[in-house]
């Protein structure tokens, strides 16, 4: 086992420095540091929008939270700026059934965390239908660790009624969309990298809402 000698000098190491990085542009290296941790989160999908019928509900599908990595860079790997990108927000599915889009890519370094999808439409009925929840991210590269984001729920009716117990797909960093309570446009994603809602209702045209965009957490290590 290794040990320290008499008159040995123990240096401590410096408190970190922590940023919460919530709009693409330039990290800047510091002086006298030596690695750098960087959490990515990636953006969370929109939920669906519906298309009204003459009877019945419809709820669209819940949008899927962003995927999200962990890496790890030596003060000797970075560049004295580091372009970094941060994740849209997936947008809302379009009134008239149309499916939420997903969220965008949060990139530091070569290393991503690919965003949630959206989840899909629906057109109201009187009988059952069921509107698929956007998958969470994944497939990204690089970095220590790579953590798929979750699904999003899918918006269901039976027997004409919308079961509206789903939630967008969520994680440490942000909540997804409820679901609505009366008819209505989607509900949008809290905080970071979370799906958006559907939208719920019966004769209308309706919006999905909107997923919540990425984020970056760089905690440099002296």
Known sequence: MTGYNAGDTIFAPGDPDVQILTASGNWTRPNGFRGL?????????????????????????????????????????????????????????????????????TTFKGVTAIGGLGGGGMTSTAGAGIAVGGNGGTGGVGGVAHFAGEKGANGRVFAGIAALIGLGGSGPYGSGARPRTAAGSGNSADLYGAGGGGAFGTTGNLAGGAGSQGFILARTVY
């Open 37 to 105: 941790w960087v959490l990515g989160k990636a953006g969370g999908g929109g939920g669906g929008g519906i298309t009204g019928a003459a009877s019945g509900q419809s709820e669209g599908g819940y949008g899927g939270s962003g995927e999200m990595f962990l890496a790890f860079f030596r003060e000797d790997q970075l560049n004295a700026l580091e372009a970094f990108t941060i994740g849209a927000a997936g947008t809302a599915g379009a009134a008239g059934g149309g499916t939420g889009g997903q969220g965008g890519t």
